[in-house]
């Protein structure tokens, strides 16, 4: 007798094979696995494509485009939001994987809904100045500034 038939007569018949009761992974939760990538990734570009020429995707991370120095940050904010959020339902759909596994799933989208609703603040301006026209520590709305320790009138 040969080999192969050998080792084929001792494989189990496949209807011996205990019958799980519920799939490994929910389909739901194959398509928000699926869809997390797809999500950061489009939400990159777009809000990439929306940044000044002063945005760097070299030097700066994708949460300076979520910052509150980003243009339309609510872009990057809601992208990083809906890929926390399919960590969550991926985890909630694994029913056939270890705790472990899925428990570092949901860490991994509470984290980043966390990113999401912290931003990076915008970067520090210079004492003194103001993102209008006119100084803060001027006299009138748009005088000259007073001199440090001047009272201030107005108040």
Known sequence: ???ARWQ???LPIPAAWPARSSPAARPWAVVSAALAPVLLTG???VADALQPA???PVRKTI???AGQA???RWIMTGGIFLVGGCYLVTAAGLTGVRASARALLIVAGLAGIGIAASPEPAPARPRG???GPCSARSRSPCGPPSPPGAPRRGR
């Open 43 to 45: 939400g990159y570009l």
């Open 70 to 72: 980003g243009t339309d």
């Open 129 to 131: 100045t103001s993102p």
């Open 8 to 10: 084929a007569r001792r």
């Open 63 to 65: 949460s300076v485009m």
């Open 54 to 56: 002063s945005y760097s």
């Open 1 to 3: 007798m040969s080999t």
